[in-house]
Each structure stands twice: as structure tokens, then as C-alpha cells.
DNA sequence: ATTTTATATCACTATATAATAATATATTAA
DNA sequence: TTAATATATTATTATATAGTGATATAAAAT
């Protein structure tokens, strides 16, 4: 009804999917993942990552500019950090949630490439 | 280092990035925030978001096949409801993470099409 | 000053995917 | 059965964006 379309402030929607953006890429999430356990340099994220160094650049920018990482120069280099503990809290909550749905969530071949399966539903 | 190598389980991101996908999109994320409220039929979901029908059960049958929310039918009418009470508690601590970072997030306009920003940095 | 090293930016391409229009399916009512 | 209603599917289009290669900037070392 009516109650509904009052919680749906379209700014605070536009605002909570974006930043769920930031954790719904798989190389963002990595680099994230990577910084759980503490600052890193951008060498050091494209070292462990694996990613090209200016893709790596790009998604740290990203992040940056949404306040999900902090960076700090020390010579020449750049230290990232994630700016909030709380980001970590909610990868917590949702890898509890993953360990219930993880199999729906892996079935979910939606907008995959990979889509090779062989099982239809 | 390596130690962080180990905790990067590539099948893990990738399957906990399609989680937040379900989250990182405006519209669905929409439909979630009302079905926070309880069971809504699609009908009544085309009616509050204000997205067409096509759009709300394509989104729907993402969220589905993730394990996000399930169906029921009653009659004509299919039902839908979050899957697990884990999803209010992902979104809420993403509220509380939102009132800190919120400022940068909203700034963020890295990806937006409306990048009608006068101010630079 | 020149070179080396670290990071950022930019232009471009390819892919993913959100939205739409048209149509199909399913359920109930007449 | 036929009509009406509710939802799903499909094909298509347009846009967003991830990745790459080339280059620029910045700091330190020679």
C-alpha cells in the first residue's frame, strides 16, 4: 500500500545500491577481501591479486571515491586500507547468509558467460 | 604476500560478488526494501516501485534464482518474501555503514550517467 | 638532470545487463 | 469453452562498466 511507497526514498535506494556496487564486482571484492587483513600497497594488491596494475588503479579509485577505502602516501608509495570496520562486518553477516544460500546463489547463472549447465530446472 | 593468496578462493568471490549484485541494482533493491515489509504479490510490487511488470518479475526471477526471496502461489496470485532474516540484517548494517561513508557515496559519481557535478576535486 | 619506480589517467573495446514491447502461460470466472 | 486477470518469457535495444594498452604524473635514486 501507501505505508510502502513512503520508505522507498529513491535517493536512500540509489544510494544503498551503490554501494553495494562496490562489493558486487569480483575484482573490487578481492581487493577488499585482500585489505581485511590490512593496508597494502597498490603493487602489492596487483601482486596478490593478479589483476593489471591500472584495472587495480581504477576499481581502488572507485572505492575511493565511495569512502570504502582510505589511502595514504609514504614515499612513493600508496598505502589502501578500508576506512570503516564495519565494511568487514557486513562481508561477516554475509558470508553467514552465503553458507544457506550459496547454493542458490551459485545456481544463479542469471547473467553469467559462463553459462554451461547442463541441468534444467 | 602468499598467505593472502590462500585466502583469495576464487570461487567463494565470485559467488559472494553475485550475491551483492542482487543487492547493487536500484530496482531490485527496491523490491527487497518493500519485502522487508512482508509478502507482496508481483501486482502489488508493480504497483509500489512504479517499474513495469515485465521488469519487476525479470528482477523477481533473479532474486529467486540467487535464493534471495521464494514464491507462493495463492490462486492467480504469486506471492513473494525474503528468503532469510539475514538480508534485513546485511541491509541494516549497510544502513549503518550508509549514515558514515554515506557523504562519499553519494559523491561517487565515477559510474553514473546524471554526472551533472559542478564541483571538482 | 636523468633514470627508475610507483601509481594514476585516458581512450577504447567488449561484455553485461537493465528496460521495453510483444507474446506466452497459468488460473479463475462467466 | 471463452474471456479476464496475473505472471512469466523472449527478443531487442541501449547503457553501464570491466579490462586493456598507452601514456602521464609523482617521488626517489643515480
Given at each position: 500500500?501507501?505505508?510502502?511507497?513512503?520508505?522507498?526514498?529513491?535517493?536512500?535506494?540509489?544510494?544503498?545500491?551503490?554501494?553495494?556496487?562496490?562489493?558486487?564486482d569480483?575484482?573490487?571484492?578481492?581487493?577488499?577481501?585482500?585489505?581485511?587483513?590490512?593496508?597494502?600497497?597498490?603493487?602489492?594488491?596487483?601482486?596478490?591479486?593478479?589483476?593489471?596494475?591500472?584495472?587495480?588503479?581504477?576499481?581502488?579509485?572507485?572505492?575511493?571515491?565511495?569512502?570504502?577505502?582510505?589511502k595514504?602516501?609514504?614515499?612513493?608509495?600508496?598505502?589502501?586500507?578500508?576506512?570503516?570496520?564495519?565494511?568487514?562486518?557486513?562481508?561477516?553477516k554475509?558470508?553467514?547468509?552465503?553458507?544457506?544460500?550459496?547454493?542458490?546463489?551459485?545456481?544463479?547463472?542469471?547473467?553469467?558467460?559462463?553459462?554451461?549447465?547442463?541441468?534444467?530446472?
Open positions: 500500500m501507501d505505508t510502502d511507497k513512503l520508505l522507498l526514498d529513491e535517493q536512500a535506494i540509489q544510494i544503498k545500491a551503490k554501494l553495494f556496487r562496490g562489493f558486487a569480483p575484482s573490487r571484492l578481492m581487493l577488499i577481501e585482500v585489505l581485511r587483513n590490512g593496508k597494502r600497497s597498490v603493487g602489492e594488491l596487483v601482486e596478490i591479486t593478479g589483476l593489471s596494475q591500472p584495472n587495480v588503479s581504477n576499481h581502488l579509485r572507485c572505492l575511493a571515491d565511495c569512502n570504502l577505502v582510505k595514504e602516501r609514504d614515499g612513493r608509495y600508496i598505502y589502501y586500507s578500508l576506512s570503516d570496520p564495519r565494511i568487514t562486518m557486513i562481508l561477516q554475509s558470508e553467514q547468509l552465503l553458507s544457506e544460500v550459496a547454493k542458490g546463489v551459485y545456481n544463479c547463472t542469471r547473467y553469467d558467460s559462463t553459462n554451461d549447465l547442463e541441468n534444467n530446472e
